[in-house]
């Protein structure tokens, strides 16, 4: 890790932490929309199977949207070109971007969590590290495809488009509605090609079936392959964007 990805790391953390408003609606806009879930599912045994790939499906979203809207801003202001500019490598410009938005859906992802354990009294059989591990993994995969889709818009109106385009059908196709097993063959082949499909059954696993890590590998696997090939792609897409 280079010292100009923490740089541009410190910059966006700090850049967002001067923005109160901002920084308070992170943490409200979560806990409203979890406790709008916590009250339209009252019975407990319910909520306890819900809750999980409600988690997941909430750090996927609220990962996506913060470093989408935001590198999108920054590109309308100037700061990636001007970054582009200088000797800072591409893949340097998209790490940073990433730590920089990680630790704020970091943040996200653990207030989602213990909000709902404690609040909602949502109870887990598998061990919390693990837990909060691979719930790191799924944001991690949602700043990286919100990296992605922010470079390839060109601007506010398009990026979103990409919301409802990309995160509804995952939502819908994820399990949590209907099984994936009782939707036609061809949304089951789409829904094992999307990454919160493999989001909901690890964190239903940990959660619910007290498995541990090693018992989905794939899972695991799936997502940390799509975090790194949306990375590569967002540096590349901003490459070509720099040429042209």
């Not at 410190?10 to 009250?39: E, F, H, K, N």
């Not at 109870?123 to 691979?134: E, K, T, Y």
């Amino acid at each position: 890790m280079s010292d100009s990805t923490l740089t541009i790391a410190q910059r966006i953390i700090l850049q967002l932490i001067r923005d109160r408003r901002t920084l308070v609606l992170i943490i409200i806009v979560p806990l409203v929309i979890a406790s709008l879930v916590g009250v339209i599912v009252p019975d407990k045994r319910t909520l306890d199977y819900v809750a999980p790939p409600m988690l997941a499906i909430l750090i996927l979203f609220f990962g996506f949207l913060l470093p989408g809207i935001n590198a999108l801003r920054e590109r309308s202001q100037g700061t990636m070109e001007r970054l582009m500019a200088s000797p800072v490598s591409r893949l340097d410009i998209v790490g940073g971007y990433l730590l920089g938005f990680l630790c704020f859906a970091l943040v996200q992802t653990l207030v989602l969590f213990f909000y709902n354990t404690y609040v909602f009294d949502v109870s887990f059989s598998g061990a919390l590290w693990q837990i909060i591990v691979f719930q790191v993994l799924i944001g991690i995969g949602a700043v990286c495809m919100g990296i992605f889709f922010s470079i390839l818009a060109r601007n506010e109106f398009q990026m979103m488009q990409f919301i409802p385009l990309i995160i509804l059908p995952q939502i819908v196709l994820c399990g949590l509605l209907w099984p994936i097993s009782q939707m036609p063959h061809y949304l089951q082949w789409l829904a094992n090609a999307l990454p919160l499909t493999y989001g909901v059954d690890g964190i239903k696993a940990l959660m619910v079936q007290g498995q541990s890590l090693l018992d989905i590998g794939k899972d695991i696997g799936v997502l940390a392959g799509y975090a790194v090939g949306l990375l590569i792609l967002a540096a590349l897409t901003l490459r070509r964007g720099a040429a042209s």
